[in-house]
């Protein structure tokens, strides 16, 4: 699974349709399908109900888009926080933890 894949996944789950999501992508509608069938083999599972024309999330698929979403707030704020210590001059980085999650051992 990449970063590409999933934002096929979460096009496809925004457009409930396989062809309007290929076609916002710039893509085939075969090769997006294929996208789709590589990211449920991975998984295991179906990820979309089929239905008539259209294609919706199953309760798999709504687990997986939940965790993509925050994932993709996750590195869009770190993308934001990169560029604007680049853009202010600033180029030191400062991380920390609390100390309540570490195992403390004796």
């Known amino acids: 699974m990449d970063r590409r894949q999933l934002i096929y ?3 496809v789950a925004a457009c409930e349709h396989v062809g309007h999501a290929a076609e916002q992508l710039g893509l085939s509608e075969s090769g997006l399908s294929r996208s789709l069938s590589r990211l449920e083999q991975e998984y295991g599972t179906e990820l ?3 239905v008539g024309r259209g294609i919706r999330l199953n309760t798999y698929g709504h687990i997986l888009l939940e965790a993509v979403e925050q994932a993709f707030a996750r590195l869009e704020s770190g993308e934001r926080t990169i560029r604007s210590l680049l853009t202010s ?4 980085l400062t991380l920390g933890f609390a100390m309540s999650t570490v195992p403390i051992i004796p």
């Open 89 to 92: 001059g600033e180029r030191r």
């Open 9 to 11: 996944f979460r096009a």
């Open 48 to 50: 979309f109900d089929r």
